[in-house]
């Protein structure tokens, strides 16, 4: 059974930090491309940052130079670290795994919620 579960969400004050954490159970973590996605009310899921198995990063434009994505593979287990939150990147964020290869296999977390506000 797969399981990517989300922790370390909460309100913040802008300018604050804070760090996501996804760990994973059920899935060959080391392979696959882990990443972070988020959802504001109204608004269409979207890409937040990526880690591929080599390490290899790519962020969305509106959090380079804030966000950092980070792996553990002895842990099974992703990290968003956070700074500089501002007011717009409050939403639900997602954990997403995903490996293609002899077959495509896309997996998601139930999500945690960041709310950036003074």
């Known amino acids: 059974q797969v399981q990517l579960v989300e922790s370390g969400g909460g309100l913040v004050q802008p300018g604050g930090s804070l760090r996501l954490s996804c760990a994973t159970s059920?899935?060959?973590?080391?392979?696959?491309?882990m990443g972070w996605y988020r959802q504001a009310p109204g608004e269409q899921r979207e890409l937040v940052a990526t880690?591929?198995?080599?390490?290899?990063?790519k962020y969305a434009d509106s959090v380079k130079g804030r966000f950092t994505i980070s792996r553990d593979n002895a842990k099974n287990t992703v990290y968003l670290q956070m700074n500089n939150l501002r007011p717009e990147d409050t939403a639900a964020y997602y954990c997403?795994?995903?490996?293609?290869?002899?077959?495509?296999?896309?997996?998601w977390g139930q999500g945690t919620q960041v709310t950036v506000s003074s």
């Open positions: 997403n795994a995903e490996y293609s290869g002899l077959g495509r296999y896309i997996y």
């Open positions: 059920g899935i060959n973590f080391s392979i696959y491309v």
């Open positions: 880690i591929a198995s080599d390490g290899n990063t």
